[in-house]
């Protein structure tokens, strides 16, 4: 139900005149474009992009409102519209019955019970990931945001899948392939042929027709092995088969599954990095960590049961997320006219909520620039609004896969600090590159060091 009023206001913002300059903005620096409105408008912008007209909400209400309140209202916006070429219609980017067909068959995966089942399987894989980058140990930096794609996805495999991914050559990088597509895409508003030759377009179909391979070959080999299994993979073969049409049923299993192999390992992956990028600067910080991971684990693989235990492992890993959301824009189009704190959306607006902006709210994150994995104790945590901090989204598109995803990181960050010493190479910035998730451009370069 829109709660639209005659006297609602209207953003502040830049004149249409501005228009161009906006668009030119925001494909160069997205980040800029976002952080600036805040800045110079407060919790409310109107901003001319090119044709379009965005509508930036910068307060834990507004999201709450947009994301909660008034959900069913605000269907999957910029950027995610414009990925559906690039991703098609999986859990990521379809809406209405669809979505919540698919959320059905997908949930029952996540369960709590199911989460404490995959804990030995993500402690084993950390394990293996944490062997192999001491035998990289030396002078020569390596790229830990590649070699965190790479376990992110095995863990992936281990856990949701029930199926080894480490047969299939170059999988992130065709998923690299798939984001630069998804974002020129949002730059261009759909408007050039995906037939045009463009050096960009030839990447996103060769790697459009590699995870198709991909997911065909997982399909294969499952298909007839359905029986008894509760896994992702054959959840989907199921649901699948009970199409109609079964070309329908076969391109949505494509979808699901591409989808989910993207969502269920680049958030974390990117998440490990800018933590990891910010325990490097920080050495009290890794000093607590190692303390506390030698203490909860001694020798050991984590087991479910140290999730609780690795309290400021959590608290790091929040805090990095609060700098670097994985998920830093939640972009959104009104159905029908709403209004959002005291100011009037038009229907088909383009409504965005700024996870990377909100974590920057200076009246809800004192010092917002500063690391400072101390907010998240829960004694600071308890009067801060709750939609101050979304990492992993609101309301009923709240990420199905967050709670494995945090278990996967604390474990993973923890067995990290208590074996290795891991700093950036000499030089190195670690620039943010807001793609479907806040990447890190160029990777983490990083030199590594056992510390027994």
């Known amino acids: 139900m829109t709660t639209t009023k005659r006297y609602a206001r209207t953003p502040p913002g830049p004149s249409r005149a501005s228009a161009l300059r906006l668009l030119a903005v925001m494909t160069r620096d997205r980040l800029h474009m976002m952080t600036s409105a805040a800045e110079r408008y407060g919790d409310a912008a109107r901003l001319p992009v090119g044709p379009k007209t965005l509508y930036l909400f ?129 730059e261009s508003l759909s408007a050039v042929p995906m037939w045009v030759p463009l050096p960009r377009q030839m990447r996103f179909r060769r790697a459009r027709r590699h995870l198709q391979e991909v997911v065909d070959q997982l399909v294969a080999a499952r298909a007839a092995d359905v029986a008894g299994r509760d896994d992702a993979l054959s959840r989907l073969i199921i649901s699948a088969g009970e199409e109609s049409d079964p070309r329908v049923g076969r391109q949505r299993l494509r979808d699901e599954l591409v989808t989910l192999l993207l969502a269920g390992h680049e958030t974390t992956a990117s998440t490990l990095g800018w933590a990891l990028h910010l325990v490097d600067d920080h050495p009290q910080v890794r000093e607590r960590l190692h303390a506390e991971a030698v203490e909860v684990l001694g020798d050991r693989l984590p087991v479910y049961e140290d999730l609780h235990r690795l309290q400021y492992t959590t608290m790091v890993l929040m805090e990095s997320m609060r700098l670097y959301p994985p998920v830093w824009l939640l972009p959104r189009i009104a159905q029908q006219e709403d209004e959002v704190g005291g100011y009037r959306v038009p229907a088909r607006a383009d409504v965005l909520i700024c996870p990377y902006t909100l974590h920057r709210h200076p009246a809800f994150w004192p010092d917002p620039e500063r690391f400072d994995p101390e907010r998240f104790d829960k004694n600071e945590m308890r009067d801060r609004p709750t939609y101050a901090y979304l990492p992993f989204g609101a309301g009923p598109r709240f990420c199905v896969g967050s709670n494995l995803g945090m278990m996967e990181a604390v474990f993973v960050l923890a067995l990290l600090v208590r074996d290795l010493r891991l700093s950036k190479a000499p030089g190195h910035r670690a620039i943010p590159e807001p793609m479907l998730s806040l990447r890190m451009r160029g990777g983490l370069p990083m030199l590594i060091r056992p510390l027994s």
């Open 58 to 186: 910068n307060h834990p209400e507004h999201a709450k409102h947009v994301l909660a309140d008034n959900s069913g209202n605000y269907h999957k916006g910029i950027g995610l519209v414009h990925a559906r070429r690039a991703l098609g219609d999986g859990l990521l980017t379809s809406e209405g019955e669809l979505w919540r067909k698919q959320r059905k068959v997908i949930q029952p995966v996540f369960q709590s019970r199911r989460l404490a089942r995959h804990a030995d399987a993500v402690a084993e894989q950390g394990g293996k990931f944490v062997s192999r980058l001491r035998a990289r140990a030396g002078d020569e930096p390596v790229d830990v945001v590649e070699e965190l794609t790479g376990l992110t996805l095995g863990v992936l495999g281990r856990t949701l899948l029930d199926a080894d991914l480490d047969g299939f050559d170059n999988i992130g990088g065709s998923f690299a392939a798939v984001q630069d597509q998804a974002l020129f895409e949002l």
